[in-house]
């Protein structure tokens, strides 16, 4: 008998700990619901909440919160016209000229005017007004600046902006084309509603770093040689150039802008503010690694410094 109250006792001062053991479990935490299969599934509930409140972070614009602004990214060159037949050069806004026996395009409006193009004459006629499709053709310069492109429209989006590109593969636009992205559904019988257009290329020839092309001169524009129009490009160009050269590897070449010429197609029939920018020099083996590894970088500052000139002069 005394050895079964021994036991007995023995018995309840086990069960006893561990009833003082899982308690204290459950106190701090280490024992949950979740230990035995209860509740397994509310986990997953918090997942997609959480991921709901990241995605709210990237602000989405709708009809009462409409776009910060609207911005026309162009990648420059595309495609090479040696590859084009003459459909894909039609569709492209290319045009044939018999009297210059060749495709291309107009670079100035007439005076006064817009979507009428100079044929040659009743402009400033600065240089030969023809402009050769060849001379847009590259090796592999269009590919550096689609990538970039890409990498700065997703950035924009983030930060709440439209973004329309020019292309977005091999194909090649002219420029004349690539300004109707500047309108609501490429109306050019309405006003542009876009607010800016970013031109991106890669330069070549010798040298090295990155600048912007800035306007200096007169130009064919229906606003004439509208001094606002002047001024807010040159400082969207600056802002955008000084953000890729404080912010990535790149360097500055020419001090950051290089100017004097007139003649741009897209300087010369653009509706809005305009950044030409020549990033870095792709026949350089520097800059060239620069651009392959750094394109995200650049992308990224390309959008931070366009946000920098909404913060300064908002949309047109």
């Given at each position: 008998m005394k050895k079964f109250l021994i036991s007995l006792i023995v018995l309840f001062s086990v069960i006893l700990a561990g009833l003082i053991v899982v308690f204290v479990l459950v106190v701090n935490g280490t024992i949950?619901?979740?230990?035995?299969?209860?509740g397994a599934a509310?986990?997953?509930?918090?997942?997609v909440e959480h991921t709901e409140e990241q995605n709210a972070e990237s602000p989405q614009p709708t009809e009462e919160t409409p776009a910060k602004g609207i911005v026309v990214i162009d990648p420059g060159h595309g495609k090479s016209s040696s590859a084009m037949s003459e459909a894909e050069k039609t569709e492209e806004g290319w045009i044939y000229s018999s009297a210059k026996g060749a495709w291309g395009e107009w670079r100035h409006w007439k005076s006064g005017t817009a979507w009428q193009d100079c044929e040659g004459s009743g402009c400033c006629a600065r240089g030969d007004c023809?402009?050769?499709?060849v001379n847009g053709d590259r090796d592999i310069e269009p590919e550096i600046n689609l990538r970039n492109a890409e990498f700065a429209k997703a950035y924009l989006e983030e930060l709440g902006y439209e973004v329309r590109m020019t292309r977005e593969g091999n194909e090649n636009p002219s420029m004349t084309k690539r300004l109707t992205y500047c309108y609501k559904d490429g109306d050019t019988t309405s006003e542009a509603d876009a607010d800016v257009f970013v031109c991106i290329h890669s330069n070549a020839?010798?040298?090295?770093?990155?600048a912007y092309m800035s306007l200096s001169g007169t130009y064919d524009r229906r606003d004439g040689d509208d001094l606002d129009y002047v001024s807010k490009s040159n400082a969207l160009g600056s802002m955008i150039n000084d953000s890729i050269t404080k912010k990535t590897s790149m360097p500055a070449w020419a001090g950051g802008?290089?100017?004097?010429?007139?003649?741009?197609?897209?300087f010369c029939k653009s509706p809005i503010p305009i950044a030409y920018l020549e990033i870095g020099f792709f026949d350089n083996q520097s800059d060239l690694n620069i651009l392959e590894t750094e394109s995200e970088a650049i992308g990224k500052a390309i959008?931070?410094?366009?946000?920098e000139y909404f913060g300064a002069y908002g949309q047109n």
């Open positions: 949950t619901k979740e230990t035995f299969g209860i509310e986990p997953a509930a918090l997942v023809w402009y050769p499709i020839g010798g040298g090295r770093g990155s802008a290089y100017g004097g010429l007139p003649e741009a197609i897209l959008a931070e410094g366009i946000d």
